[in-house]
C-alpha cells in the first residue's frame, strides 16, 4: 500500500515556474507507476502526466507538452511536476496518483490508479 503527500502548490505570476513534490510511504514505491492530475474550478479532473516505475517512460497531455516536466527519484519516494511558462488555465487543483505497474508502462486514466494524495492548488495570476 501508499501513501501519498503533496505539500508546495502556490501562487505565481503567469510566465513563473513552480515543482510540485509528491512523497510517497510503503516499501514497494519503485513497483508503482505515477502520474499527475489537475481539476479547475467547474471542470473534471484531466491528466497531465505520468511516468512509468523506473522513470524510462513518460506522457503528457498536449496542453503542456515543452512546459512541464514529470520524474521521479525512487531513492527518496518522490514525484516531482517541474512546470515552466506557467499560464492562468493552469490553475487548479493538482493531484499525484500512484498504481502498482511493474511492466514499465505509463497510467493516463484516473480510474485505474488506485492511490491519490490530498491534492494541492496551483493559482497562476495574469
Known amino acids: 500500500q501508499v501513501h501519498l503527500l503533496e505539500p508546495g502548490g502556490g501562487l505565481v505570476q503567469a510566465g513563473d515556474s513552480l515543482r510540485l513534490s509528491c512523497a510517497a510511504t510503503g516499501r514497494t514505491y519503485n513497483s508503482y507507476a505515477m502520474g499527475w492530475f489537475r481539476q479547475a474550478p467547474g471542470k473534471e479532473r484531466e491528466f497531465v502526466a505520468a511516468?512509468?516505475?523506473?522513470?524510462?517512460?513518460?506522457d503528457y497531455t498536449d496542453s503542456v507538452k515543452g512546459r512541464f516536466t514529470i520524474s521521479r527519484d525512487n531513492a527518496k519516494s518522490t514525484l516531482y511536476l517541474q512546470m515552466d511558462s506557467l499560464k492562468p488555465e493552469d490553475t487548479a487543483v493538482y493531484y499525484c496518483?500512484?498504481?502498482?505497474?511493474?511492466?514499465?508502462?505509463?497510467?493516463?486514466?484516473?480510474?485505474?490508479?488506485?492511490?491519490w494524495g490530498q491534492g494541492t492548488q496551483v493559482t497562476v495570476s495574469s
Open positions: 496518483a500512484a498504481e502498482r505497474e511493474e511492466r514499465g508502462a505509463v497510467v493516463v486514466v484516473d480510474y485505474e490508479y488506485g492511490y
Open positions: 511516468i512509468s516505475w523506473n522513470g524510462g517512460s513518460t
